[in-house]
């Protein structure tokens, strides 16, 4: 089966420091990789995408890589803010249905003062 | 433009009983797409419709739940004879087309009682 994963454990960092979040996937190479931000009781924010044949992307403070032969996609998130405490999710799409969403279980990110 | 409007936010059934939750995609939107999220889990892929067509129901079990897009009116996610299993928050989002960005609603928080 065509897994993505992410570390299931939050990961705590100091205020002004880069937040680096991991998605692991297995079997084939999706053809997009997006990452979304969730907050308690809220719907998924979506952040970026990236494309197969793109190796980097990004948007203000945030930045996304994606490396097919470590069959990984790296999230950062330089500067980071308390604000920025959420779940991030990644989900990869099939070429041929692009919002049909394979998520991973997120990471939850806890920026501190 | 008002984002996409699920309701109701919060729902208490008891076994057995009908859930109807309903889906008013962004405007100009003709795509939606609903996504279930149990307790600590990620979200998966139940069903993507366009107007008066199923597309995709790969994600959707085989019984009791259903789902529709009509030509006038909200996308209803029906669940039958509901159980204490299907207490989920479930997500709708919507698009453009399929090849465009997909946002989500602030999800129904169904509890079987």
């Known amino acids: 089966s065509q897994k993505i994963e992410q570390n299931s454990e939050a990961l705590n960092i100091q205020e002004g420091k880069t937040a680096t979040l991991t998605c692991n996937y297995t079997?084939?190479?999706?053809?997009?990789l997006q990452w979304y931000r969730q907050d308690p009781g809220r719907g998924p924010v979506f952040l970026l995408l990236?494309?197969?044949?793109?190796k980097e992307k990004r948007k203000e403070r945030l930045k996304v890589t994606f490396d097919t032969t470590l069959k990984q996609s790296l999230f950062h998130i330089t500067a980071s803010q308390p604000a920025d405490s959420a779940t991030y999710l990644c989900a990869r799409s099939p070429q041929d249905n692009f919002n049909k969403f394979y998520f991973g279980s997120g990471t939850k990110l806890n920026v501190k003062p | 433009n008002a984002g996409v409007m699920q309701n109701p936010r919060h729902l208490v059934r008891r076994r057995g009983q009908e859930a109807r939750l309903r889906c008013s995609p962004m405007k100009g939107h003709s795509h939606v797409y609903w996504y279930r999220q149990l307790p600590e889990e990620g979200l998966k892929f139940m069903v993507y419709?366009?107007?008066?067509?199923?597309?995709?129901e790969s994600g959707m079990p085989k019984e009791r739940f259903s789902a529709e897009f009509p030509k006038e009116g909200p996308s209803i996610l029906r669940i039958q004879q509901v159980v204490r299993g299907d207490s989920a928050a479930y997500f709708c989002?919507?698009?453009?087309?399929?090849?465009?960005?997909?946002?989500f609603g602030q999800g129904t928080r169904l509890t079987v009682v």
């Open positions: 419709l366009q107007k008066e067509n199923i597309i995709d």
């Open positions: 079997n084939y190479s999706p053809a997009y």
């Open positions: 989002a919507s698009s453009r087309g399929e090849g465009d960005e997909a946002f």
């Open positions: 990236i494309r197969e044949n793109e």
